[in-house]
């Protein structure tokens, strides 16, 4: 079988913060000529966006926005 | 210190770098959808979407057996294949196919321990290109029902308290305050959870890099919430996919002998008319 072709992904950057109010994840990095972006909810852990572009602002701005606007949408109850 | 009840069970990412190109090691991502794969993803790995290839698409269920069967050709998978399973959110679907190779009787599957995350974080070389594979025909066995909890024995098993139950969601989910983890659709009436359920979030079995606590850390993890090997436990989530993952847990790193996977989880028994919920 012929090897892929294969890329290393560099610039690994993770941090956490709030978004919509609630915490999430973002981690991005660089993958041959772009970059990758995914947000995930930190309790559970789901990842509930990816974005990707040239640059990491422009990876990171499409899966904040989608992850913005999905977090949005989630209810609270009083318990 | 002692060690995992069956460490046959998992591999690293180190050993996945190693073995990827070996005849009888099929690698699998698999994910809720193939996105994750698209962008980038283990050498030689094929992908499994668990929401249409996993589950079956009209009834809500795990695939029947011919079609498993059929599942397993395509991937060119045999019956002696090593089948090593990873994927984002911390292995969750992988563990689910895990736990539903191992309902048809596949003898050789493994999880890398960490996931998807970790071998990113580790730097590891990923790929676009989709493996080519030789198709074979694959024989399941008949399912094995005995690690799959149906409602009616969770019902029997809450009334009685004859097991433990395991919700392992976030503390959020459990308590009601929310019907599903942020950000992703809610898919229930009624928050909350099963009566006499303690809440163990999945993730306290993990490392911060993914990787599962050792075994001295599990066993005290699950022992300080009552959940001991010397009685039946249940594990439940929402979707059954983050019980998998604790199921994987019990039965294959603790060892425990009789654990089960609630896959309706709470979309089936936060949907039921006139079953209690307890909350918060």
């Known amino acids: ?79 | 210190m002692a060690e995992y009840a069956h460490p046959e069970v998992l591999v690293t990412t180190a050993w996945v770098d190693q073995h990827r190109n070996d005849p009888n090691v099929r690698i699998v991502e698999v994910d809720v959808d193939t996105t994750a794969y698209e962008q980038g993803h283990i050498p030689g790995a094929i992908a499994w979407n668990w929401t249409t290839q996993l589950c079956d698409t009209v009834r809500r269920d795990i695939i029947p057996k011919d079609q498993f069967e059929r599942l397993m050709g395509q991937s060119g998978i045999s019956n002696d294949t090593t089948v090593i399973l990873y994927g984002d959110n911390n292995n969750w679907f992988a563990a689910w196919a895990f736990w539903q190779m191992k309902i048809y009787g596949h003898a050789d599957v493994r999880l890398m321990n960490g996931g998807r995350k970790k071998w990113i974080e580790e730097g590891r070389p990923l790929t676009t290109e989709v493996p080519q594979v030789s198709p074979t025909t694959y024989r399941a066995k008949d399912p094995d029902f005995s690690i799959r909890a149906y409602l009616p024995e969770v019902r029997s098993a809450m009334e009685a308290r004859s097991a433990s139950l395991i919700d392992v969601r976030s503390p959020q989910e459990f308590t009601g305050e929310i019907l599903a983890p942020p950000g992703l659709p809610e898919t229930c009436q009624r928050g909350g959870h099963i009566p006499g359920a303690k809440n163990i979030p999945w993730g306290l079995a993990c490392n911060e890099d993914g990787t599962f606590k050792s075994a001295d850390e599990l066993k005290a993890l699950y022992e300080a919430q009552g959940v001991t090997p010397d009685k039946p436990a249940i594990a439940y989530c929402r979707i059954g996919e983050r019980s998998s993952h604790t199921w994987f847990v019990l039965k294959y790193l603790l060892g425990y002998p009789e654990v089960k996977n609630y896959d309706g989880s709470w979309t089936e028994w936060g949907n039921l008319v006139g079953v209690p919920v307890e909350k918060p």
């Open chain 1, 1 to 79: 079988m012929a090897e892929a072709a294969t890329l290393r992904p560099e610039q690994y950057v993770r941090r956490r913060e709030q978004l919509a109010g609630w915490e999430v994840n973002v981690v991005s990095y660089k993958l041959g000529d772009k970059f990758l972006c995914e947000v995930d909810n930190v309790s559970p852990g789901a990842i509930i966006a990816r974005g990707q572009g040239a640059t990491r602002e422009e990876a990171e701005s499409q899966a904040l926005a989608q992850a913005r606007e999905r977090l949005a949408r989630t209810r609270r109850f009083p318990t």
